[in-house]
């Protein structure tokens, strides 16, 4: 059964119910006032005739010592008199009851002979009749009685009128509240339709950007139409992110078999080199050699990288240690001066910065240095300058890799530090797209923060801002800001 007929249905049994009541309350009262005031009314006839009522001399009524008034001046059409003796024989009656008479069982009599008045229905020829009896008291003696009838025919085929129009009434309206609240439900349902409608063509087309049109106001639908399409707006960036780090992993894959094909290929050349020649040249042979060791040393990096990654996704968290920062920059710096080749490296590590420890993985936080270094070897043309900066307070370490290379374009900036990103420029150079997303990673082991600044064809600065764990509260010397 569908919300719509439900809620029509119980709107129309609602209504109905709620006029059958009604019809029955208005009819009963209707009836109960009506019976009374027939009572009402039959009393004051019987005591206008009692007052009109002589007595000459108390005695029986046939001693014509009461003299009767006219019954008929009080008859009324429907109005019927009757006078009996206390023997209960018809004394008088009015003329419009004809030859007919008031029954009297012997019961009303000898209630009447107490001196009580009382109303009872009688069945007068084919008539239901409405009578009051009165007794009729001289000289504290009951004499005879006196009733007053009146038919019921009227008010009950008034009342039989009322009913069927009540009925008639309560059908009809039942009939029109289930007609307006079928499309009462159907118009308060129209938006849950289109919802439902919305929700299949996004299903059958997979279109995650289609939203529910809602032009209503802001009630339970308008907020569910909101949750819904602010849903929908939350499963499209994810579906978009999914899709992303997809093509992303895709060029990955494409990355690293082109980077591991690369320098198998020229392990193999060497080899095979060696194999022809390496007997007779043994200079040939020992640049064979350095070649392959170079690239297995490549490889192994790439592999590294990888490794590094999948350990952050399975949740590593790094075990930090007090680290004196000092001897960190020393050995990273140590090892990147190897690679500067022709690239004019300047170190400068502030006086402030000797004492300072910080809260580190000492191999991670050397790889973290070791990868802006290397990226800023790799990314400046030679002869650049590189720059290694550190700077200390007593509240942080400020390590900055200053370059003056290619530069970063500026809408590349937010996506070099996700996974597998590599810009169209840095393509020919060597490289995984790896380096900045594991050191956005290990910065965050470490409460640090990393950030990059970078105009084009003059040069990217990468700070990173480190805690610091314990100093000797030396004085930050010409900090510069960093974004
Ligand atoms: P990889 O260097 O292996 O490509 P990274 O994650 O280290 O991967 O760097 C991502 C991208 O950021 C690089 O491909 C390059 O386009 C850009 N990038 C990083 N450092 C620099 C830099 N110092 N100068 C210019 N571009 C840089």
């Given at each position: 059964?569908?919300?719509?007929?439900?809620?029509?249905?119980?709107y129309?049994?609602?209504?109905?119910?709620?006029?059958?009541?009604?019809?029955?309350?208005?009819?009963?009262?209707?009836?109960?006032?009506l019976?009374?005031?027939?009572?009402?009314?039959?009393?004051?006839?019987?005591?206008?005739?009692?007052?009109?009522?002589?007595?000459?001399?108390?005695?029986?009524?046939?001693?014509?010592?009461?003299?009767?008034?006219?019954?008929?001046?009080?008859?009324?059409?429907?109005?019927?008199?009757?006078?009996?003796?206390?023997?209960?024989?018809?004394?008088?009656?009015?003329?419009?009851?004809?030859?007919?008479?008031?029954?009297?069982?012997?019961?009303?009599?000898?209630?009447s002979?107490?001196?009580?008045?009382?109303?009872?229905?009688?069945?007068?020829?084919?008539?239901?009749?409405?009578?009051?009896?009165?007794?009729?008291?001289?000289?504290?003696?009951?004499?005879?009685?006196?009733?007053?009838?009146?038919?019921?025919?009227?008010?009950?085929?008034?009342?039989?009128?009322?009913?069927?129009?009540?009925?008639?009434?309560?059908?009809?309206?039942?009939?029109a509240?289930?007609?307006?609240?079928?499309?009462?439900?159907?118009?308060?349902?129209?938006?849950?339709?289109?919802?439902?409608?919305?929700?299949?063509?996004?299903?059958?087309?997979?279109n995650?950007?289609?939203?529910?049109?809602?032009?209503?106001?802001?009630?339970?639908?308008?907020?569910?139409?909101?949750?819904?399409?602010?849903?929908?707006?939350?499963?499209?960036a994810?579906?978009?992110?999914?899709?992303?780090?997809?093509?992303?992993?895709?060029?990955?894959?494409?990355?690293?078999?082109?980077?591991?094909?690369?320098?198998?290929?020229?392990?193999?050349?060497?080899?095979d080199?060696?194999?022809?020649?390496?007997?007779?040249?043994?200079?040939?042979?020992?640049?064979?050699?350095?070649?392959i060791?170079?690239?297995?040393?490549?490889?192994?990096?790439?592999?590294?990288?990888?490794?590094?990654?999948?350990?952050?996704?399975?949740?590593?968290?790094?075990?930090?240690?007090?680290?004196?920062?000092?001897?960190?920059?020393?050995?990273?710096?140590?090892?990147?001066?190897?690679?500067?080749?022709?690239?004019?490296?300047?170190?400068?590590?502030?006086?402030?910065?000797?004492?300072?420890?910080?809260?580190?993985?000492?191999?991670?936080?050397?790889?973290?240095?070791?990868?802006?270094?290397?990226?800023?070897?790799?990314?400046?043309?030679?002869?650049?300058?590189?720059?290694?900066?550190?700077?200390?307070?007593?509240?942080?370490?400020?390590?900055?890799?200053?370059?003056?290379?290619?530069?970063?374009?500026?809408?590349?900036?937010?996506?070099?530090?996700?996974?597998?990103?590599?810009?169209?420029?840095?393509?020919?150079?060597?490289?995984?797209?790896?380096?900045?997303?594991?050191?956005?990673?290990?910065?965050?082991?470490?409460?640090?923060?990393?950030?990059?600044?970078?105009i084009?064809?003059?040069?990217?600065?990468?700070?990173?801002?480190?805690?610091?764990?314990?100093?000797?509260?030396?004085?930050?010397g010409?900090?510069?800001?960093?974004?």
């Amino acid at each position: 059964m569908t919300i719509r007929l439900k809620l029509t249905l119980w709107y129309s049994i609602v209504i109905g119910l709620t006029l059958i009541a009604f019809s029955i309350i208005i009819y009963t009262f209707l009836s109960y006032s009506l019976a009374q005031e027939i009572d009402r009314n039959l009393a004051g006839r019987a005591m206008g005739v009692v007052r009109s009522i002589k007595v000459l001399d108390p005695g029986l009524l046939r001693s014509q010592k009461i003299v009767l008034p006219d019954v008929d001046v009080f008859g009324y059409p429907n109005t019927y008199l009757q006078v009996v003796d206390s023997n209960g024989n018809v004394v008088a009656k009015s003329s419009n009851l004809f030859n007919y008479n008031f029954p009297l069982s012997r019961a009303a009599l000898a209630q009447s002979q107490n001196g009580e008045s009382f109303y009872e229905w009688l069945e007068v020829g084919d008539q239901r009749m409405r009578i009051y009896n009165y007794p009729l008291v001289a000289e504290n003696r009951v004499v005879g009685l006196l009733q007053v009838g009146q038919t019921f025919a009227g008010v009950q085929a008034a009342l039989g009128r009322l009913r069927w129009l009540l009925w008639f009434i309560s059908g009809l309206m039942i009939l029109a509240a289930g007609t307006i609240g079928w499309w009462l439900a159907k118009a308060a349902l129209k938006p849950v339709e289109d919802i439902s409608k919305t929700a299949t063509v996004i299903r059958q087309d997979l279109n995650l950007q289609q939203r529910i049109d809602y032009q209503g106001p802001r009630d339970e639908l308008g907020q569910l139409v909101e949750t819904l399409n602010s849903m929908l707006d939350s499963l499209e960036a994810a579906y978009q992110k999914l899709a992303e780090s997809h093509d992303a992993q895709k060029r990955f894959v494409a990355d690293v078999s082109h980077e591991l094909k690369t320098p198998l290929t020229t392990i193999r050349g060497n080899i095979d080199l060696i194999r022809k020649m390496g007997d007779e040249h043994p200079d040939i042979r020992h640049e064979a050699m350095d070649d392959i060791a170079s690239e297995a040393e490549r490889m192994s990096r790439l592999v590294l990288d990888m490794l590094v990654l999948a350990r952050a996704d399975a949740g590593l968290t790094l075990p930090l240690k007090p680290v004196v920062l000092c001897d960190v920059i020393q050995q990273v710096a140590r090892q990147a001066k190897l690679l500067a080749g022709a690239i004019d490296f300047k170190i400068s590590l502030a006086e402030e910065c000797q004492q300072t420890v910080i809260l580190a993985d000492p191999d991670y936080l050397k790889q973290l240095v070791f990868i802006l270094l290397d990226n800023a070897f790799k990314y400046t043309t030679k002869p650049g300058t590189v720059e290694l900066q550190v700077k200390c307070n007593q509240d942080q370490v400020q390590i900055e890799v200053k370059d003056n290379g290619m530069g970063i374009e500026p809408d590349e900036l937010e996506n070099i530090f996700a996974r597998f990103y590599r810009s169209d420029k840095s393509r020919p150079v060597g490289g995984t797209g790896l380096g900045l997303s594991i050191a956005k990673w290990i910065a965050e082991q470490h409460q640090a923060t990393l950030r990059v600044k970078s105009i084009l064809q003059e040069g990217s600065t990468f700070t990173i801002m480190f805690p610091v764990y314990a100093s000797n509260k030396f004085k930050i010397g010409g900090a510069r800001e960093s974004t």
